[in-house]
């Protein structure tokens, strides 16, 4: 009988005497074999999916939008239903200002920055800053250019302020307004389109210009040179936040398509930035008259201007 045990235990008793010489060996129950492989393979294709969601900004979006419903479920003509759109500190706005003048190459600006708190605090006051800033900027660089003339008499212009709101305000709001409709309908025809949501692309959109407020302080300087590079370095940095936003969310529709569309959002940016730079800073002289002298003998004169 002894031997008849020896022989049935041998296999175990080998087993045991291994993991006593080497007790951090890795050890595999025979009773399930394929569990252990299938988690390795499901939790690489949790990470592909990860990494495309985080490229995307999809990931986690159905959660996003259910916590946005019920953030804004008050009716909307009450001040809660607004108030929600202004809910964020100055942290995240500096985040966000931060995140905008110095992209990351390859992360998407919506879902770094964007998605879990979409505000219009930070764009409305970026664009209001921006409109003040062309404006005051703008009649300073006329001062300058002129100051010295005999003939020039300094006239603040104070309706470049309504032109300057009129042209950015209208930029930060009807241009996403018609990106949002565009992605709304191809998210209809290829369903791997992504979407953002309209506040979304107006957030991403207000902070992309915060750029230009610096820039458009920078202009005062008298020369047309400097003005144009500060403008060329500006719409690059701005520019491609939008292309990296915006790029993932159309690039599974048709390739044409998609390069017309992120052509057309990079052309409307760069009409932005040379429209205020000619109009407000880069304006033709005008040709003053010239002061009209009387002489002694009653009659008058008129000094030619050079």
Known sequence: MAAVDDLKFQEFDDAANLLAANP?????????????PKNQHSRRQETGREEDDELLGTDDSDKTELLAGQKKSAPFW???YYQTFFDVDTYQVLDRIKGSVFPVPGKNF?????RSNPDLYGPFWICATLVFTIAVSGNLSNFFIHLGKPTYRYVPEFRKVSIAATTIYAYAWLVPLALWGFLMWRNSKVMNIVSYSFLEIVCVYG?????????????????????????IFSLCLSGSVLVMTFWPAVRDDNRRIAVATVATIVLLHALLAVGCLAYFFDAPELDFPAPVIPTYNGTTGVTKSH
Do not use: G, N
């Not at 951090?24 to 252990?36: G, K, N, Q, R, Y």
């Not at 919506?110 to 964007?114: E, F, S």
């Not at 920078?218 to 144009?228: T, Y």
């Open 24 to 36: 951090d060996a890795t050890t595999i129950s025979i009773d399930e074999p394929v569990e252990i």
């Open 78 to 80: 009450t001040f809660e």
């Open 110 to 114: 919506v879902r770094l920055y964007i």
């Open 207 to 231: 902070y992309s210009l915060f750029i230009y407020i610096p820039t458009a302080i920078l202009w005062i300087i008298p020369q047309k040179v400097v003005r144009w590079v500060l403008m």
